[in-house]
């Protein structure tokens, strides 16, 4: 089993930046791929971005350029830097892991851009 906690989010202006972070509970050496999602009110959830074990990623067309995934695997943390904030960013993003089959995902943390 994996257990994922978010930290980082809350309350930006449009343009700003956060970071969020991921803690996993073993060591991501383990952890095949990790990714970030978020859910808006109303909407369905939607990918973020993604990083395999090798260090690939792969972004939404929508965050390309702004937002970058990395992982830690001495810290057992995923990262997502989101860089030119938008109103269209807010909602709640949350942190998954693939491990031997089975997906995981933390409880989520709030990111809400406005001025």
């Known amino acids: 089993q994996v257990q994922l906690v978010e930290s980082g989010g809350g309350l930006v202006q449009p343009g700003g930046s956060l970071r969020l972070s991921c803690a996993a509970s073993?060591?991501?050496?383990?952890?095949?791929?990790m990714g970030w999602y978020r859910q808006a009110p109303g909407k369905e959830r939607e990918l973020v971005a993604v990083?395999?074990?090798?260090?690939?990623?792969n972004y939404a067309d929508s965050v390309k350029g702004r937002f970058t995934i990395s992982r830690d695997n001495a810290k057992s943390t995923l990262y997502l830097q989101m860089n030119s904030l938008k109103p269209e960013d807010t909602a709640v993003y949350c942190c998954?892991?693939?491990?031997?089959?089975?997906?995981?995902w933390g409880q989520g943390t709030q990111v809400t851009v406005s001025s």
């Open positions: 073993r060591s991501t050496f383990d952890i095949n791929d």
């Open positions: 990083i395999t074990s090798s260090g690939s990623t």
């Open positions: 998954n892991a693939v491990y031997w089959g089975f997906t995981y």
